[in-house]
């Protein structure tokens, strides 16, 4: 069953609260898995799942601002459940509100523990095939999940960040050396736009793809559903979050790690 809209977006300005957890805790409590395209995508829908089949994608998605991950307004929450409608055998996608990190990384560790111990193996680690992305402060828990992931030994693919807002205690602009490539999609208009730039913590590791500026003042985008404030004092941030354009890049250079 398709999720359907929860309600207008919430975008907020103020920073969310960080989370304080440690990293080894969040490995350590049991988690539940996200079933895409079921309801609330993160915290509220969740259940077991199997481990993902060898060689099967990993695509985990973060919402912008306060917005919850059955949010079917946001094209963050569209595109994982059209990539999984696309690919259903070969690809888990999954996506999250961006406070909900420890889920997101639950979900990334049961997927890749084949052997169901609790913890995945050190070849499963390295076997991993992850893609995650995500919008405005999505786009900054992109980076810092990559990053915890990296503490792990776990590598990722690709990270996409379309008009990355860096989330207080996070570092959106340097991308840790366990990802193989990485994208950045900007805007600099507006109150509120992007980083511009993002950089390569190792360039022998890590490639990166671009940093590609879009500009709406001579095409705007629709942003319908969106509260009125938002399209008043942010237009271009959300812009950005609906065009199609950018989000038709995202899906192609995700469909590209399809094995």
């Not at 395209?37 to 601002?65: D, H, S, Y």
């Not at 079917?72 to 999984?84: D, G, K, N, S, Y």
Request: glycine share 10%.
């Amino acid at each position: 069953m398709a999720a359907q809209p929860v309600g207008a977006p919430q975008e907020d300005l103020a920073s969310p609260p960080v989370a304080r957890a440690g990293l080894a805790e969040a490995v350590a409590v049991a988690g539940r898995l996200v079933l895409p395209g079921v309801g609330e995508a993160g915290r509220n829908a969740t259940a077991q799942k199997p481990p993902a089949t060898p060689g099967q994608l990993i695509v985990i998605g973060f919402m912008g601002g306060n917005v919850g991950a059955g949010n079917m307004v946001h094209r963050e929450a569209l595109v994982a459940r059209e990539l999984q409608q696309r690919f259903p055998h070969g690809l888990h996608a999954a996506v999250f509100a961006n406070s909900d990190w420890k889920n997101a990384l639950r979900t990334v560790l049961q997927l890749l523990d084949a052997n169901g111990n609790g913890r995945p193996s050190a070849g499963e680690r390295s076997a991993a095939r992850i893609v995650i992305y995500g919008h405005s402060w999505g786009a900054s828990e992109t980076v810092t999940l990559a990053r915890r992931l990296d503490q792990l030994g776990i590598p990722v693919l690709l990270t996409i960040q379309i008009d990355s807002v860096e989330k207080l205690n996070e570092n959106d602009g340097s991308i840790p050396p366990n990802v193989r490539e990485a994208v950045n999609f900007y805007q600099t208009e507006g109150l509120l736009h992007g980083r511009s730039s993002i950089a390569a913590m190792d360039p022998k590791q890590t490639t990166i793809l671009g940093n590609y500026e879009s500009s709406y003042r001579g095409h705007p985008v629709s942003c319908a559903g969106y509260p009125w404030f938002a399209r008043a004092f942010m237009k271009p941030h959300i812009e950005i979050e609906n065009d199609p354009s950018v989000w038709g890049r995202v899906e192609e250079l995700i469909g590209k790690q399809m094995p």
